[in-house]
């Protein structure tokens, strides 16, 4: 771990507690900056309790949503109605009841090809940012929320892919997928998504208790290397927990 990086585990009972503590993390997030606000989105099955807390009026009526904007970590490349499509997921549960169209970023999945998809993103990240590279002192992101697949990937970053070395594009596009579904991706980098103030992992399920030891070793690991420059957060179910972090 680099000087200054902060990472943090917290052990939580079940699904349902880690979902309550993610909303309760991300509601501070947006409380901190009182300007515009940029959270990055998760896909698969970890963040959907989390999704579902956000629409209830306890939480909702809590979110400024004129000035949050939503963004997503990587996308499958399929249609945006289809139900394998992240940001699909995310506004059914609570994004269009509840953000404004504008605020709304998907990676936009109708162009001609993942590549393609992935310049069009980057581009609207820019512009978002203002500039054309990243600034350790002002972060991309406030928050930015992760997952962990069985093989040590997260976003769509895998092990020994290409994708993982990538320093300078912000996004790109990943022609084939090592876990199901076994469609192209698309998905933003390591900078990129280091570029966030906090960067929330969400990992349930004793199936990934021994990836998760190996991450926490450091192995050379996208979920390993994906590590905010500012403070990253592992919530972790008490299945999921490694032997050695067990009181």
């Given at each position: 771990m680099a000087p200054g990086e902060k990472r943090?585990?917290?052990?939580?009972?079940?699904?349902?507690?880690?979902?309550?503590?993610?909303?309760?993390?991300?509601?501070?997030?947006?409380?901190a900056n009182s300007g515009k606000v940029a959270i990055g989105l998760t896909g698969g099955s970890s963040p959907k309790q989390l999704y579902q807390l956000l629409a209830t009026e306890a939480y909702r009526g809590k979110?400024?949503?004129?000035?949050?904007?939503?963004?997503?970590?990587?996308?499958?490349?399929?249609?945006?109605?289809?139900?394998?499509?992240?940001?699909?997921?995310?506004?059914?549960?609570?994004?269009?009841?509840?953000?404004?169209?504008?605020?709304?970023?998907?990676?936009?999945?109708?162009?001609?090809?993942?590549?393609?998809?992935?310049?069009?993103?980057e581009k609207e990240l820019k512009s978002f940012y203002g500039a054309a590279s990243l600034d350790p002192a002002r972060p991309l992101f406030d928050l930015v929320?992760?997952?962990?697949?069985?093989?040590?990937?997260?976003?769509?970053?895998?092990p020994d892919y290409p994708a993982m070395a990538k320093t300078e594009r912000w996004v790109v596009g990943v022609p084939k997928a090592n876990v199901e579904p076994f469609v192209p991706r698309v998905t933003l980098t390591l900078p990129a998504l280091n570029s966030c103030r906090e960067m929330l992992f969400e990992v349930a399920g004793a199936e990934k208790r021994a990836i998760l030891t190996r991450v926490l070793d450091d192995e050379n690991l996208p979920a390993s290397r994906a590590r905010s420059v500012r403070e990253t957060v592992w919530l972790v179910d008490r299945a999921a927990l490694p032997e050695n972090f067990r009181g």
């Amino acid at each position: 771990m680099a000087p200054g990086e902060k990472r943090e585990l917290i052990a939580v009972s079940d699904p349902a507690a880690l979902a309550k503590i993610a909303a309760e993390r991300m509601l501070a997030r947006i409380a901190a900056n009182s300007g515009k606000v940029a959270i990055g989105l998760t896909g698969g099955s970890s963040p959907k309790q989390l999704y579902q807390l956000l629409a209830t009026e306890a939480y909702r009526g809590k979110i400024p949503w004129d000035r949050v904007h939503w963004f997503i970590g990587d996308e499958r490349f399929v249609p945006d109605v289809d139900p394998l499509n992240n940001m699909n997921v995310a506004r059914k549960i609570f994004l269009d009841a509840c953000a404004p169209a504008s605020n709304i970023h998907p990676i936009p999945t109708d162009a001609a090809s993942p590549d393609e998809s992935a310049a069009r993103y980057e581009k609207e990240l820019k512009s978002f940012y203002g500039a054309a590279s990243l600034d350790p002192a002002r972060p991309l992101f406030d928050l930015v929320l992760m997952g962990m697949g069985p093989d040590g990937h997260t976003a769509s970053i895998f092990p020994d892919y290409p994708a993982m070395a990538k320093t300078e594009r912000w996004v790109v596009g990943v022609p084939k997928a090592n876990v199901e579904p076994f469609v192209p991706r698309v998905t933003l980098t390591l900078p990129a998504l280091n570029s966030c103030r906090e960067m929330l992992f969400e990992v349930a399920g004793a199936e990934k208790r021994a990836i998760l030891t190996r991450v926490l070793d450091d192995e050379n690991l996208p979920a390993s290397r994906a590590r905010s420059v500012r403070e990253t957060v592992w919530l972790v179910d008490r299945a999921a927990l490694p032997e050695n972090f067990r009181g």
